[in-house]
């Protein structure tokens, strides 16, 4: 607690009390604007000619820190503290401000009680947020226009969104940043890609704040499919293929058809000849048989047992042998094997059939044929 009175008491008495002294020492070079990340450290230099007696470090107007020329630095927090360095005839004085936050930002001040040029500074404080895309690949397929988000949260100040492809900045008018403030003061950026991909690609958002030593980046793959084009030519392919298919069994069909029909026609005209010839020769075979008719019944049938009655009624010649006759006639008979007509001497009726009966020998004694 002593030690608190002192570096707060101790510019003040000095600058009661030495009025005059010091007119001949100034700042040769006073601090130089820094931005920071928070959480990180900020320095900031101060060199002053000599003679100087006291130099005092204000952030915003509230003393941090006194360096006295007999005594060196007077520490009230951890969070400021100095490094000391002498060169020559000028001494240099180093603010560091450890575990930067939002409300350190602002006027940081060098004075040496004296009016002088360039003894201030400003401290900025930036909050590096988080930056992410929802997904890390995505399916596209050809000609499918599509929108990717990429969204910076907690952000002081807002960050600058820009897009990358292949390494190669995007146009501007290619996406379209929406900020907007939550209540703890930080930022946040919404930023939409409209992209056509025409070939898979890597896409990266890049947030970028002064304070970054490099943006922050997310990164999406967009996978390009054509699967589209190639049903469309296989499906071509196909079409292609099923019409000359069609084509092929439409002539076939055609060739099978044509090769029925004259099968068919042929075998009609085939059966058709046969046909005409058959009824030619019926035809030819009715006429040749009505022919027959005709001259049988103009001429009578021949019986070759028949003898003249003639032969019978009239009286046996010397010569004449019945017995010769008779068997001349059963030799016909028998060569014949057909009816004829019984000589009306021998009382045979006439036109019996020819059998064994008429052979028996008792049948031939009876026509006179055996004596």
Not at 54 to 64: A, C, E, K, R, T
Not at 76 to 87: E, H, I
Not at 138 to 145: A, D, F, R, S
Request: glycine share 6%; with cysteine; aromatic share 8%.
């Amino acid at each position: 607690m002593e030690r608190l009175q002192r570096s707060i008491l101790l510019p003040l008495i000095l600058t009661a009390s030495l009025p005059g002294l010091g007119c001949c020492y100034s700042i040769t070079k006073g601090p130089a604007n820094a931005t920071v990340l928070a959480g990180s450290q900020a320095r900031f230099n101060c060199t002053v000619s000599a003679g100087w007696k006291i130099l005092i470090w204000l952030s915003n107007g509230n003393p941090v820190l006194t360096v006295l020329s007999s005594q060196g630095s007077v520490e009230t927090t951890d969070r400021f503290t100095s490094q000391n360095y002498t060169s020559g005839d000028e001494f240099t004085s180093e603010l560091i401000i450890h575990n930067t936050q939002l409300s350190d930002a602002g006027r940081i001040e060098c004075s040496i009680q004296q009016p002088s040029e360039n003894n201030f500074a400003f401290l900025s404080v930036q909050v590096n947020g988080s930056l992410f895309i929802k997904n890390s690949t995505l399916t596209v397929k050809e000609n499918t226009t599509v929108e990717i988000v990429c969204e910076a949260l907690g952000w002081a100040p807002a960050p600058d969104i820009a897009w990358m492809t292949n390494d190669s900045l995007i146009d501007k008018s290619s996406y379209v940043n929406q900020q907007s403030q939550g209540s703890d003061g930080l930022h946040n950026v919404l930023s939409i890609l409209t992209v056509t991909p025409t070939a898979t690609e890597v896409l990266t958002c890049l947030a970028d704040i002064e304070a970054l030593p490099e943006p922050q980046n997310a990164t999406v793959t967009l996978i390009f499919d054509n699967s589209t084009a190639e049903n469309y030519y296989r499906e071509e392919n196909r079409s292609s293929w099923v019409i000359v298919l069609a084509v092929v069994l439409s002539f076939l069909g055609i060739v099978l058809l044509t090769t029925i029909i004259v099968v068919v026609v042929r075998c009609c005209l085939k059966r058709r000849a046969s046909t005409y010839q058959s009824e030619i020769r019926k035809v030819s075979a009715e006429k040749k048989k009505d022919g027959d008719l005709e001259n049988r019944q103009r001429n009578g049938s021949e019986n070759p047992g028949y003898l003249p009655e003639e032969l019978w009624n009239t009286e046996q010649s010397p010569g004449h042998n019945p017995s010769q006759n008779s068997t001349v006639w059963v030799l016909q008979e028998l060569l014949q094997c057909r009816s004829f007509p019984l000589v009306k001497k021998w009382n045979v009726p006439a036109w019996q059939p020819c059998g064994e009966s008429h052979f028996l020998p008792e049948n031939l004694l009876l026509h006179g044929l055996l004596s």
